[in-house]
């Protein structure tokens, strides 16, 4: 068949095709931008959509012959073009469904963390373990924690928490600027120490570390020093989230490093695109416990509760989260 | 050896489609008006915040975190794959099979740019860039996307040069030396007369000829293939 001929007699349904995408893609726009859609707008988008695959698949012929009969390369462009637009309408990425929130706080997000115990328990050696060793070096061996904290750095960590500090309890407005604080601050610092893992792991591994070891600094120096009482009531609240979900970041970064490592019977481009699923959930579910620590942060930590109460609620929470992460959604089905 | 930057993906229907994966430039370019624009809109929430104190600090500093590390996601969500500055620079985010790219890639490669971005300015991405055939940063590679040219930059044919006679094909050549001399003849219009002349020249085994006389034989064999089609 000559070429134009073939362009006259097919000519009709790229017409139509472009016409169908063209009255979706307004449809689409009018839902985005909640816009009142025209009156003839949906029935043309729900035609659209009825015809959609029988000309999509129309073009996708024509673009095959076109290019094995060598027709002109505007041609084939122009026809690569409209399928190409067909192709990206058709397959879309599955859409969530509304009820998936607390599927996965409930289920998805301590599961997937159930899976990764492993690599959750060298984040949390990672962690912990530097973490131990600078708690301890305040007393035995103080010139470590000097080495970390500078004079300045230990200045301001004591004037913080000075028990004949007046006024503990911060007027309500800086609450809520701590909070936002908190959320910039702490949140980014998880994502980094997740996203760095990719490096074979190795930036998880710095991140878990680093901050066990200045933290562990700050911990050993403050109680130490006498410190302790109006420390340790304020970090206990908080810190169930945030100290638990840093380490579940850096072992979603771990897996990420891992599957680049030990990609088993897959390439590794595969494995990591694999994986990098199950550590996104990780990571999102670290990121909203972190929420609830900037929360319990701003809000709750600096408050003027009395102390007892402060360590009972931690204790709570402590043993809260731990028994979320290992006990929520054993029974459950996934959905 | 292929030098072009085409892609071709192969979709369900059999058909291959053709994508035109751009390089680490156009990116940069588009990350860079990004950037400017995120910056506006932090200043601009800075002075409006200014007036509302703590509460004003707390929503300036979740509109950064936000910014930072959601900007992209959102945009490739909603707007098909499209930041702003991506609009701009005619680009555009798909998977590596052509659709669009799915929640969790958009988070994945968006994440991974602090990853990119090291040694600064994106050593790491432009390092990566160079090493595959479609101009994947690590972001990329881990969310298995593309960064594509859309609209693809549009063919200015011209009209082809008349040649003298349609000359009949000497040998049965491939179908790709068909294609290209087809195209030669299409695209004649538009070539500079001593860039055409060289490639005619190149084409001496087949025509027989050299100078003029290759030229004219060389867009008559390329008009008689288009003729035939």
Not at chain 1, 38 to 63: F, I, N, S, T
Request: charged residues 20%; hydrophobic residues 50%.
């Amino acid at each position: 068949m000559k070429r134009d001929s073939f362009v006259e007699r097919r000519e009709p349904r790229w017409r139509r095709l472009e016409a169908a995408l063209e009255s979706l893609e307004q449809a689409g726009r009018a839902r985005r931008r909640l816009r009142r859609a025209r009156p003839a707008e949906p029935a043309a988008a729900r035609e659209a959509l009825e015809r959609l695959p029988e000309l999509y698949r129309g073009v996708c012929q024509d673009l095959a012959l076109a290019r094995r009969r060598l027709y002109d390369a505007a041609l084939i462009e122009r026809l690569n073009r409209l399928a190409l637009a067909g192709h990206h309408r058709l397959y879309r990425a599955r859409v969530g469904t509304r009820g998936r929130t607390v599927d996965f706080l409930l289920r998805a997000f301590p599961a997937a963390v159930r899976a990764e115990a492993r690599l959750v328990a060298l984040a949390h050696l990672f962690f912990y373990g530097p973490f131990a060793a600078f708690v301890a070096a305040a007393w035995l061996a103080p010139e470590w924690v000097a080495a970390v904290l500078s004079d300045e750095a230990m200045a301001a960590m004591e004037s913080m928490y000075d028990p004949s500090a007046a006024t503990f309890g911060r007027a309500s407005e800086s609450d809520v600027a701590m909070f936002g604080m908190y959320v910039m601050n702490n949140i980014g610092i998880a994502f980094r120490t997740f996203a760095t893992g990719i490096v074979f792991g190795l930036g998880s591994v710095f991140f878990l570390v680093f901050n066990g070891v200045y933290i562990g600094a700050v911990f050993g120096h403050l109680t130490r020093f006498g410190y302790g009482g109006t420390l340790h009531s304020f970090v206990v609240g908080h810190g169930a989230f945030e100290l638990t979900a840093i380490v579940l970041s850096g072992a979603a970064g771990l897996r990420l490093g891992l599957a680049l490592l030990r990609p088993g019977a897959r390439t590794r481009a595969r494995a990591l695109r694999e994986d990098a699923r199950g550590a996104l959930v990780i990571v999102a579910g670290a990121g909203a416990m972190l929420l609830v620590a900037a929360f319990v942060e701003a809000f709750w930590s600096s408050s003027g509760f009395p102390p007892r109460t402060k360590y009972l609620a931690g204790a709570l929470l402590w043993a809260g989260v731990y028994a979320w992460l290992l006990l929520a959604g054993r029974a459950r089905a996934p959905r | 050896m292929k030098l072009d930057s085409l892609l071709l993906v192969e979709a369900p229907e059999g058909v291959e489609l053709s994508l035109r994966p751009a390089g680490p430039v156009p990116r940069v370019l588009a990350y860079g008006f990004d950037l400017l624009l995120r910056s506006f809109a932090y200043g601009f929430a800075g002075i409006v915040a200014g007036f509302l104190g703590g509460v004003g600090v707390a929503f300036v500093l979740i509109a950064m975190f936000a910014g930072e590390w959601f900007y992209g996601v959102l945009f490739e969500q909603l707007a098909d794959g499209r930041t702003p500055g991506k609009r701009l620079m005619g680009l555009r985010v798909v998977a590596e099979n052509g659709t669009p790219p799915s929640w969790s890639a958009s988070v994945l490669r968006n994440f991974l740019l602090c990853v990119d971005f090291l040694p600064p300015p994106f050593g790491a991405g432009w390092f990566a860039c160079a090493g595959g055939r479609a101009f994947q940063r690590i972001g990329d590679h881990a969310a298995g996307t593309l960064v594509v040219h859309d609209p693809t930059p549009a063919l200015v044919p011209g009209a082809p040069r008349p040649a003298a006679a349609a000359v009949p094909l000497p040998v049965p050549l491939e179908r790709d030396e068909q294609r290209a001399l087809r195209e030669l003849f299409e695209r004649s219009g538009s070539l500079s007369p001593a860039r055409l002349q060289e490639l005619t020249d190149l084409l001496a085994p087949l025509t027989g000829a050299r100078g003029r006389d290759g030229l004219e034989r060389a867009l008559g064999m390329g008009a008689d293939l288009a003729r035939e089609g």
